[in-house]
């Protein structure tokens, strides 16, 4: 997938992807795009009672299908409650520390359309009298309860426009544009919608090639994975199959020796959950493909493909990602490493490779 149309489409996914607004529990705005575009790429398609976003693609047999999984939602904040000032106090949804943010604009996600803010921390130009910011300065990290969330609106009128506690707080959507930098493409939410845009890349090359692969694939697009993968597991519940293949961000950190270049990343660990077998083969299969891969044993890290198979609802777990620098932040992802990913994955069904 290393030509030009690969490219670009894998680039007009994401600048679709990326500027959907989808928190945690919050996903219609994406689950509508989703639906859409699984409705021509599947022979069925539907959103089950957990938020997932299936389709199935029919194999020449039914007998040990395959759960392809990438997560839709992002991390975000929660508004936690209105100081008597307008001051909007947040909660994190999923893990998004403040200093990965610093002060930006955000869209509150009301039912009654979206309302303007700014995160905010507080003026610098202070003296002594203001401890809490010259604290923040030398003493002492940044905190989510040291921040809050500006509108320049009263109390009163935010409740009347739809603002309270348990509306979603996400970056605001002119700062969601992709930024290409050299080889990379940069933004917020990579992890996990350059997932998603790899399983629309590889379903979409199934229905363009007509393939007729030999088994079927369930592809599910999963809800709330940054609270604690609750949507996979759900699906991984009610859907046929005993392997549950992850697309993931593969985090590129100096602990781990992952680099961010053009090699997908197979996962080893955490706690070795992932199948030794079948991710050799994932290997092995990268390797004659003349790109490689990076076999990464990854520590403190959960996929929705390791959730299911620790509550027993999957027998084999694998892991495949793509290189990504600054995970919960403002993310850069290799885009030959992207595309690499998207091509190992295709083979990998095409070849039977998948256990």
């Known amino acids: 997938m290393k030509n030009k149309p690969d490219r670009q489409r894998l680039l007009t996914l994401l600048e ?19 639906l859409e575009k699984f409705k021509s790429l599947s022979d069925k398609m539907w959103r089950d009672e957990a938020g997932n976003v299936i389709g199935l693609v029919k194999g020449k047999q039914t007998g040990n299908p395959l759960r392809l999984m990438a997560h839709k939602d992002e991390i975000a904040y929660v508004v936690k409650r209105i100081d008597a000032d307008g001051k909007i106090r947040l909660d994190e949804v999923g893990s998004l520390p403040p200093w990965k943010l610093g002060e930006t604009p955000v869209d509150i996600l009301t039912r009654n359309g979206l ?10 130009h202070i003296s002594e009298e203001t401890q809490r910011i010259r604290g923040l300065l030398k003493d002492k990290p940044l905190l989510l309860k040291d921040t809050w969330v500006n509108t320049g609106l009263t109390k009163e009128r935010l ?6 506690p348990g509306v979603r707080v996400v970056v605001a959507r002119e700062m969601k544009n992709p930024l290409i930098v050299n080889d990379c493409v940069c933004g917020y939410n990579l992890d996990d919608k350059g997932g998603v845009a790899i399983l629309l890349m590889v379903m979409e090359k199934l229905r363009q090639k007509k393939m007729q692969i ?10 709330m994975e940054e609270v604690g993968t609750i949507g996979a597991p759900f699906a991984a519940g009610k859907l046929p199959g ?18 961010l270049d053009e090699r997908p990343i197979i996962w080893y660990g955490p706690n070795a959950v992932y199948e030794k077998k079948g991710s050799d083969a994932l290997l092995d299969l990268a390797r004659k493909l003349r790109f490689g891969a990076q076999p990464i044993y990854y520590w403190g890290a959960g996929t929705d493909a390791a959730s299911s198979k620790i509550y027993g609802l999957s027998g084999r777990a694998l892991c495949l990602s793509f290189p990504c620098e600054n995970t919960h932040g403002y993310e850069m ?3 030959e490493g992207m595309l690499n990913t998207a091509t190992l994955t295709l083979e990998a069904i095409s070849k039977d490779v998948f256990p």
């Not at 309302?115 to 610098?124: A, E, N, R």
């Not at 409740?159 to 309270?164: D, H």
């Not at 030999?214 to 809800?223: E, G, K, L, M, P």
Request: glycine residues 10%; without cysteine; negative net charge.
């Open 115 to 124: 309302v303007k803010g700014v995160f905010s921390i507080g003026s610098l």
């Open 159 to 164: 409740e009347k426009l739809g603002v309270y």
């Open 214 to 223: 030999n088994r079927d694939i369930y592809f599910v697009a999963t809800s």
């Open 242 to 259: 005993t392997t549950t293949v992850a697309l993931e961000a593969g985090p590129v950190a100096e602990e781990y020796g992952s680099k």
């Open 16 to 34: 679709i992807l990326l500027l959907t607004h989808s928190p945690p529990g919050d996903e219609a705005e994406i689950d509508r795009l989703l």
């Open 333 to 335: 992802a290799h885009i």
